[in-house]
């Protein structure tokens, strides 16, 4: 008997004890075991979860709005789609917090953390996205859909300060753009291109 998988000692072995001791039941539970170890090939191809990778956009789509992924933008590349939907689970358990929102944001610019007001000496409940674009094109529609995306995952009294891109490319560490607003006043830490908060 093996451990893991759609068998027929698996399926019976699932069987409450009251109705493995009854020899109608238990024969019914053997035949429909029989029959679904048998599927597994049918039954593999149902599930979702294991072959999101696997699925065309269309169907991305489609089970973004069952799952209620209500920040789902179908101008997201395939892979970003599925990223996004692979995170949704973790993301509707832990909306609120800043694992959320890293773990959302990163479905668009992997490795993106955040610093929070005390690791940057800012007012209280506020927050910095720090975004890694070493691999990353930054651009205007990206960083729009970053601003777009960052309300369904932050905590309703936190406030985002800024969005700093920084890349390292060839081993020297330079940022891309840097914001950090307080207030109104924006100052970039290098200017290369400008996106602001709204």
């Known amino acids: 008997m093996s451990d893991f998988g759609l068998s027929v000692e698996n399926l019976l072995a699932a069987l409450p004890d009251a109705l493995k001791n009854d ?26 979860y294991g072959n999101i990778d696997q699925m065309d956009e269309t169907l991305l789509d489609i ?5 209620k992924v209500d920040w789902w933008d179908t101008e997201y590349t395939v892979d970003e789609k599925r990223q996004t939907l692979k995170d949704s689970w973790a993301v509707h358990r832990s909306l609120g917090t800043k694992g959320a929102v890293e773990q959302a944001i990163s479905a668009i610019y992997a490795g993106t953390t955040v610093s929070e ?3 940057y000496d800012g007012d209280p409940f506020h927050y910095k996205l720090l975004v890694d674009a070493i ?4 651009d205007p529609d990206k960083h729009q859909r970053v601003l777009e995306r960052v309300k369904y995952y932050q905590n309703l009294r936190s406030v985002l300060d800024g969005i700093e891109y920084t890349a390292a490319p060839d081993g ?16 970039l830490t290098k200017e290369v291109a400008i996106y602001g908060l709204d």
Request: aromatic share 10%.
């Open 135 to 138: 691999y990353e094109n930054v």
């Open 63 to 67: 089970l973004a709005v069952d799952f």
């Open 117 to 119: 007001w005390f690791e």
């Open 23 to 48: 020899a109608s039941i238990l024969a019914l539970g053997e035949v429909i075991a029989t029959q679904l170890a048998q599927r597994t090939d049918e039954i593999n191809s149902l599930t979702i």
């Open 172 to 187: 020297e560490c330079q940022a891309y753009v840097g914001i950090a607003v307080s207030g109104i006043s924006i100052s």
